[in-house]
């Protein structure tokens, strides 16, 4: 599982899939929201704006990512 470093309170899930290269685009990651292929803490999120906070973690086709806050 990859970590990712955040300085932020949050990240919406749109903006990380993309920080976290796991999409190219943000229409692409839009579209997969959408799709239902995202899941947050094991739950299927449509919600591209969803706050995702440290220690959360996010998976899309198998890569799975954790958001942390940088210190």
């Given at each position: 599982?990859e970590?990712?470093?955040?300085?932020?309170?949050f990240?919406k899930?749109?903006?990380?899939?993309?920080?976290?290269?796991l999409?190219?685009?943000?229409?692409?990651?839009?579209q997969?929201?959408?799709?239902?292929?995202?899941s947050?803490?094991?739950?299927?999120?449509?919600m591209?704006?969803?706050?995702?906070?440290?220690?959360d973690?996010?998976?899309?086709?198998?890569q799975?990512i954790?958001?942390v806050?940088?210190?």
């Amino acid at each position: 599982m990859e970590e990712i470093n955040i300085q932020t309170e949050f990240i919406k899930l749109d903006a990380l899939l993309k920080y976290s290269a796991l999409v190219a685009t943000g229409g692409e990651a839009k579209q997969i929201i959408q799709d239902g292929m995202v899941s947050v803490n094991g739950e299927i999120c449509r919600m591209r704006g969803k706050k995702i906070f440290p220690g959360d973690t996010v998976s899309l086709e198998g890569q799975k990512i954790r958001v942390v806050h940088e210190t």
